[in-house]
């Protein structure tokens, strides 16, 4: 179905909406660097094994497992944007500790995976509270894909320049001393934070016990035939991505003797596919029916992967299909992230969004958590090349409940 593309100036004049998505591509940026110099870090300074590498991943995200949808009960009764800059400031100051501790000598793999573990639950606090905020920040449900298209191209290109910049920096500082990046870039979002002008209304005081918001945040998203679809193929989507990334780092870094140079420069050039899907979302959903485009992209996201089992003969050869297959990934999510993200917004009203997204963070992260946690397992006990070939199978095979959900059937945006 084609529809009419709004061609008003829309977010463009929203100046506290900019100066959030600032602050947010910049901290999208740091956190790309963390990406790789955290298990860089574990790597060629403590000579981490393949299971010690899936446990620092797993530390990184498994806080969305038992804490999102506590915090997401709280946030739903308090203003975001304090909870918000508490979360960027505590993890600036952690990420700014492990160079320190790594410059005086008293750096080892136990405060490694401490301080990875902490910086994710920092990390569960601001995601539940911003994805909750933007949609207050921005007021007009009609620029809510508006919204989630310039965050996904921030993401998106977050994720073409980070890998880059964090090889470069990997290779010139050392792995830990690259953290310094990050820590700054929680310092700019912070301050752009700050600079945002509009107060942000105190909720209504809650009424009912935590237990019973709690358990309509869990029934909201699973009695809604939507979002539950979106939050258990999101599962499986981010189980997938975060598996085959960890076992692909453990495969270039052991096996293939890729440099931190190079593995950043796979990274970067595979990422321009998701700024290329996040760019042109918007006019590829104002042109094709909402629920095909899902279908397209999320499949393009799931068999990505199968190629990098696949991937043989010289060098240069390998390396560009290393990158194909996570180019095809990233476009999938470039384009599946604006739709999925708006389909939450438009169907959940305010009241309940903090808890919507606390639901969706402890899926999604939850699943990803499992992938690394899995991806270290599996790499140790198959070698990091058949585990890859499982998972890429495995994400294939999540295709058929896709194409069976409710979510292909879709030809717009609900009416919010």
Request: charged share 10%; hydrophobic share 50%.
């Amino acid at each position: 179905m084609t529809t009419t593309t709004d061609t008003s100036p829309g977010l463009w004049r929203n100046g506290d909406f900019l100066r959030f998505w600032f602050g947010e591509t910049l901290s999208l940026l740091g956190s790309q660097v963390t990406n790789l110099a955290l298990p860089l870090t574990a790597i060629h300074a403590f000579d981490a094994s393949d299971e010690q590498v899936g446990l620092l991943r797993f530390l990184q995200l498994v806080p969305y497992l038992g804490l999102a949808l506590l915090f997401g009960v709280w946030i739903d009764r308090v203003r975001r944007r304090p909870v918000m800059l508490g979360a960027n400031l505590t993890r600036m100051v952690l990420l700014a500790l492990i160079p320190a501790l790594y410059w005086l000598d008293a750096l080892n793999l136990t405060t490694l995976l401490l301080i990875a573990c902490t910086v994710g639950i920092a990390s569960v606090l601001f995601d539940v509270s911003w994805m909750s905020y933007v949609p207050a920040l921005v007021g007009d449900p009609r620029h809510y894909v508006e919204a989630s298209a310039k965050l996904g191209i921030s993401s998106s290109a977050a994720d073409v320049a980070g890998p880059g910049l964090a090889g470069a920096l990997v290779s010139a500082l050392t792995a830990p001393v690259a953290l310094v990046v990050d820590a700054f870039s929680y310092l700019v979002s912070t301050v752009s934070l700050l600079l945002i002008r509009a107060r942000e209304p105190r909720p209504e005081p809650a009424e009912r016990h935590l237990r019973t918001e709690f358990r309509d945040g869990v029934r909201w998203v699973f009695g809604n035939s939507i979002l539950r679809a979106l939050a258990l193929i999101g599962f499986c989507c981010n189980f997938s991505m975060v598996t085959v990334w960890t076992m692909f780092l453990l495969y270039g870094t052991n096996d293939l003797q890729l440099s931190a140079r190079t593995l950043g420069f796979i990274f970067a050039a595979a990422s321009l596919g998701g700024l290329i899907g996040a760019t042109t979302s918007r006019r590829i959903i104002a042109r094709f029916p909402l629920g095909r485009v899902y279908l397209v992209a999320q499949s393009a996201l799931l068999l990505g992967p199968s190629l990098i089992p696949l991937a043989g003969g010289p060098r240069p050869v390998m390396v560009s299909l290393f990158v194909l297959s996570f180019f095809t990934t990233y476009l999938g999510l470039g384009v599946a992230g604006v739709i999925i993200v708006s389909l939450r917004q438009t169907v959940t009203p305010q009241s309940m969004m903090a808890r919507m997204t606390a639901v969706f963070r402890t899926l999604l992260f939850g699943g990803g958590a499992l992938g690394g946690l899995t991806a270290g397992l599996l790499a140790g006990a198959l070698g990091p090349h058949t585990a890859l070939t499982l998972a890429a199978l495995a994400s294939a095979a999540v295709i058929l409940p896709l194409a069976l959900s409710p979510i292909p059937r879709l030809t717009r945006l609900p009416t919010p």
